[in-house]
């Protein structure tokens, strides 16, 4: 009984201490600090990912060209997988035994699927075919803890225009860091349209806030779903390339290497964009991609490379219409002006040149792509009296660039190429100072020499011309669904020639159809408009090129063709060129033309041209 | 008999201590409801389903209950009379659990009997108050008259912690070690304690701050040395009462540590070890030297709590490194922050932290906690049912709680205090110390304040046993306390 009342003090110390130390480390954890708070919602939300349909494609007809099919892939709960026989999955599914332990192998590898949890659904085989999927429902009693789960992949209605639609593919570590949307696994544009209207195709992927238990497992929508966000579908595509005439182009092409492109001069829309050799749009679909995709990245013709576009040639004759647009803005001549050709330009050097009238005109010259007349007029502007050196020079380049080479023009798909127009720096440096004349570069007045254009540079010259004066930039898509396409697309863009100079050339172009070059155009119901090319070339036998345009009044379509190593432009640039044309505008091939396209399908360019490399 | 029994019964009723009954009606209601949350499902079923954790609560409280008005209407002598026996018939049940108990999760503690499972270590905890309570009632028993009175004490408390390690129940065998308070109360010194603290403070600090080094050792080791030079001195000033001494013992430590700090900054390094070790023998030594020369005792503590310091810290680093299992290492380490291991033993109180933590000042709501319901917090309806509150009730929630336990402790204090003979008292400091080690250890556990030791947290975690534990230790006080003017009489 003693020290009865020193102790019944103490009890508060004793009680109050403990609470205390606990009321303060409370306050700390619950007000304090902000982290548990963050931890609590990581923890405990799972944000389940809605995926949205991605945006269909159609071409210029409405036909429906790319559109979304189910594709199915093999997921499991790895705790709830139970005994099962490894060889009849195997067989089911189509892999050997080693393909399966890879598979699983990688699946519980947290390096290579960080969300790996034995509680949750991991995902197994991707890009089950209909078939497989098939066989596997049937079987799929056998297998504890399996079930498929459908997902959607790109389904193509032609086999054409690879190139421009592009494909799809999972995404990057790099395409998520340099867009905050992509999460590991989902899918993103790769070539063609796919990659350039990404942004577009995609949609908005939706979220639902799921609560997810200690062990994974969903229980529910958090607080009945209300902070949930709806997925917004992609936007669908219409595009300006009529397929069929995709489709035409590429058969026309077939063992051949080389590019057609087709442009509706008005609008600047491209009709067709052929790249050849090509390959089918499916083979980068399903559980096959990777492996197709590394056959086509090995494969010597490089079907991956769109040649229309990324491919830069030595124009060749095709430059001829711009030189006599620029000459005759320039003074340099007129329609009347004669020049001399003696089987060739012969002053002091020789460039050759074949049989027609001498002297000649512009007109005729573009008819008979008469090489002497633009090495005169070439050297005339460029050594013009009274000009210091290069002056000339870098105004021809301005001209040049004015008509759309030598800078990507800005087509809406990706890796375009730029070309190459050389300008006076550039032969200054390249002639190290010492002086040089038209003379030293006299190669570049017929599109050869440095002169480098993609074909859909050159279709673009020809659409200029179709249009006497003015082209719009050439682009693949025509409308996007409740959007607008991009405004620089409906810019007119004027290079600073006088439209009667257009005329002239257009006329010009004409004749070579009548009584030219080019005569295997000439349409009996269709004016047609076109040039040859026939473009020299250190890969081997000269590349087979044309220009053309039609109707010659009110132009419907200018195309530009290009076959490598094919020889004289008359003889697959001219013919292919008309095709295109013919059945753009009359939509089949007139009967008595039908063995035109019977030697386009059955000739091969390839074999004896040599692997080239670009 | 019959008729005395009768008027017991009404007299208990109107000298009970209602305002403990209230606090413990209040606990155990509150108990329900969060143990109601604790295992809501977010499909679930009603609150009275038997098969719910809240429902088999309820039946739980209502035999609770039950028991508790027989406890009243028992004669309080019986308790005194039949202590030792009943403690006898404890501690034999709790030697044959450890035989036929099943193993669950690697403990022998549970008695099955159908479908209900008993903790027997839970009902030992009145038994050995009790019997602690008969020893102190013995006659002119004092604490501090002979050293074995201590060892009887000892005995009485060590036996069922003995039984209950054999069982593998850590936990609720370190509960009976809170009993040691009883005996602070009783007239143990004050120095005992004092000596816990250093050496748990000792421990941690020591284990803690390996890193860097001071004269070779490391930093924590390097300031335990610090403290223990500074308390020895602290004794001699003020425990001791001897001034002189302090003062030369000061001298010297002050000046033997400014040559070291010279010869270190001289690049002459000294192990600290040895420096210190040597400090203290020599202030031992020179202490020693004036106590026999003056044939006084009084210096006996100081230097012994100085040897047994220096031997402590000695034996940490060793105890630590050669006898601890890993697992063990493990979670001292996780405690002290040393290390962070969220899947393994870490888990479970990082789980609790955010699930309390996410709770903010006043909670998610009833029944809206997501890191509770979902899971994340383990025995969320047993041990860690302070974390419901602390989720669903926020901050103001769980200061309510421990503002009712706080009452509940202050309460039991005062009415130990008021009883007039040592058997009432020193069980009435049991059942305090009890409670008080519950909610330290199991809040603090919880909060990750202290190790995981799993105890439930008084009327609130599910299970019967442990409730009714409790409620029998409650209610024997208040039987006792109900009946104290009776022996006055």
Wanted: one cysteine or more; proline letters at 4%; hydrophobic letters at 45%.
């Amino acid at each position: 009984m003693r020290k009865d009342y020193n102790l019944e003090k103490r009890k508060y110390i004793i009680g109050g201490f403990i609470t205390l130390i606990d009321l303060i480390r409370l306050f700390n954890l619950q007000i304090g600090d902000t982290k548990y708070k963050e931890s609590a919602e990581s923890n405990a939300f799972f944000r389940r990912v809605i995926y949205p349909s991605r945006g269909l494609i159609y071409d210029r007809n409405d036909k429906l060209v790319v559109f979304n099919k189910p594709a199915y892939e093999v997921m499991l709960i790895p705790k709830d997988v139970g005994e099962f026989d490894t060889l009849t999955l195997c067989s089911v599914l189509g892999i050997t035994k080693e393909q399966l332990a890879e598979r699983w192998a990688d699946m519980k590898n947290p390096r290579k699927n960080p969300g790996y949890s034995a509680y949750t659904p991991q995902k197994l085989i991707s890009h089950l075919s209909q078939e497989d999927y098939g066989k596997l429902s049937e079987k799929l009693y056998l297998f504890p803890g399996f079930y498929i789960q459908k997902r959607t992949a790109r389904e193509y209605t032609f086999n054409a225009g690879a190139n421009i639609l592009g494909n799809i593919r999972e995404v990057s570590t790099t395409d998520i860091d340099n867009d905050r949307y992509y999460r590991r696994g989902d899918y993103t544009g790769d070539l063609g349209i796919e990659k350039s209207y990404e942004k577009a195709l995609r949609g908005q992927k939706g979220v639902e806030i799921l609560m997810k238990d200690a062990f994974g497992r969903i229980k529910g929508k958090y607080e009945d779903g209300i902070h949930d966000e709806l997925p917004v579908a992609g936007r669908n595509l219409k595009l300006s390339i009529d397929i069929e005439l995709q489709k035409y182009g590429e058969e026309l092409m077939r063992n051949k290497i080389g590019a057609i492109v087709a442009i509706e001069p008005e609008t600047g829309e491209i009709l067709a964009l052929v790249t050849s050799p090509n390959y089918d749009p499916s083979l980068l679909v399903g559980k096959e991609r990777g492996k197709n995709y590394a056959m086509l990245t090995r494969d010597p013709y490089k079907p991956l490379y769109d040649r229309a576009l990324q491919g830069a040639y030595p124009p060749g004759s095709t430059f001829k219409p711009s030189q006599g647009l620029i000459f005759l803005q320039e003074g340099i001549v007129d329609l009347s002006t004669m020049y001399p050709c003696h089987h060739g330009y012969i002053n002091g050097l020789r460039v050759g040149c074949h049989g027609h009238a001498s002297p000649i005109s512009l007109k005729p010259a573009l008819q008979t792509s008469c090489n002497a007349y633009f090495c005169w007029g070439f050297k005339n502007m460029i050594d013009k009296k009274g000009t210091k050196p290069g002056v000339q020079f870098e105004k021809w380049k301005d001209y040049m660039v004015q008509m759309g080479y030598g800078y990507r023009l800005g087509v809406d798909l990706p890796h375009e190429s730029r070309g190459f127009i050389p300008n006076t720096k550039f032969y200054s440096e390249s002639f190290r100072g010492a002086n040089w004349t038209a003379n030293s570069i006299i190669s570049v007045s017929i599109g050869q020499g440095e002169i480098m254009a993609t074909p859909l540079q050159i279709a673009n010259l020809c659409a200029t011309i179709a249009n006497r004066g003015y082209f719009y930039t050439p682009h693949v898509v025509k409308e996007i669904a409740d959007s607008a396409i991009d405004v620089k697309y409906k810019e007119k863009h004027r290079p600073k020639i006088d439209k009667k100079h257009y005329e002239a050339v257009a006329e010009g172009m004409r004749m070579a159809v009548l009584g030219g070059t080019c005569k295997l155009a000439n349409l009996p119901d269709i004016e047609v408009c076109g040039k040859t090319g026939t473009a020299q070339n250190p890969h081997g036998r000269d590349h087979s090129a044309f220009i053309g345009f039609a109707p010659y009044h009110n132009p419907k379509i200018a195309v530009a063709v290009y076959v490598e190593n094919a020889g004289f432009g008359a003889t697959y640039g001219v013919p292919i060129g008309s095709l295109i044309i013919e059945k753009y505008l009359k939509g089949e091939i007139a009967s008595n033309r039908k063995y035109l396209e019977e030697r386009m399908y059955n000739s091969n360019t390839i074999i004896g041209s040599g692997v080239k490399k670009h | 008999m019959e008729s005395r029994n009768t008027d017991a019964g009404i007299s208990v009723f109107k000298s009970l201590d209602w305002i403990t009954v209230l606090l413990y009606l209040i606990l155990v209601a509150a108990g329900a409801v969060s143990i109601y949350a604790a295992s809501y499902d977010f499909d679930n079923a009603s609150l009275f389903d038997l098969k719910e954790f809240s429902g088999k609560q309820i039946m739980w409280i209502g035999l609770s209950l039950l028991i508790g008005v027989v406890i009243l209407l028992v004669d309080y002598r019986i308790y005194k009379i039949y202590a030792y026996p009943i403690y006898m018939v404890v501690l034999f049940v709790l030697l044959v659990t450890i035989f036929i108990a099943p193993d669950i999760k690697g403990s022998h503690s549970w008695l099955t009997f159908g479908s209900v499972s008993l903790q027997p270590a839970e009902f030992g905890k009145f038994a050995t108050a009790l019997a602690l309570g008969k020893l102190f009632d013995s006659y002119n028993f004092n604490l501090n008259a002979k050293i074995t009175n201590y060892f009887q004490a000892l005995i009485i408390i060590f036996l069922p912690v003995i039984l209950i390690l054999a069982q593998r129940e850590t936990g609720s065998a370190l509960v009976y070690i809170s009993l040691i308070f009883v005996l602070y109360r009783e007239g143990m010194s004050g120095l005992v304690l004092f000596a816990v603290l250093s050496a748990i403070t000792f421990f941690v600090v020591a284990v803690k701050f390996a890193e860097p080094l001071v004269l070779g050792i490391p930093v924590g080791e390097f300031s335990v040395f610090i403290v223990i030079l500074l308390i020895y001195i602290l004794m001699l000033a003020f425990y001791c009462k001897d001034i002189i001494i302090a003062r030369n013992v000061t001298y010297g430590f002050v000046g033997a540590g400014v040559i070291v700090t010279i010869l270190s900054l001289c690049g002459i390094t000294v192990n600290g070890t040895w420096f210190f070790t040597g400090l203290l023998a020599a202030g031992i030594i020179y202490t020693l030297f004036f106590m026999l020369r003056h044939q006084i005792n009084k210096f006996i503590i100081t230097i012994c709590f100085a040897v047994v310091s220096v031997l402590f810290l000695f034996s940490v680093n060793y105890v630590y490194g050669n006898v601890l299992q890993p697992h063990q290492q493990m979670r001292i380490k996780v405690l002290l922050g040393i290390e962070e291991n969220l899947r393994g033993a870490g888990y479970n109180v990082n789980q609790s932290k955010i699930a309390i933590g996410s709770g903010g000042l006043i909670g998610k709501g009833f029944l809206n906690g997501t890191q509770t319901k979902l899971k994340y917090v383990p025995e969320q309806h047993t041990d860690f049912i302070f974390c419901t509150i602390g989720e669903e009730e926020g901050f103001v929630g769980a200061a309510i709680v421990l503002a009712l336990f706080l009452g509940l402790i202050l309460r039991l204090i005062h009415v130990a205090e008021r009883q007039r003979t040592p058997f009432e008292r020193v069980y009435a400091y049991c059942v305090v110390s009890i409670l008080i080690f519950h909610l330290a250890i199991n809040v603090g556990m919880v909060i990750g304040l202290c190790p995981v030791i799993g105890i439930p947290l008084p009327f609130f975690s599910y299970g019967g046993s442990s409730l009714w534990g409790f409620t029998i230790l409650l209610f024997i006080l208040l039987r006792l306390d109900a009946s104290r003017k009776e022996r006055m009489d």
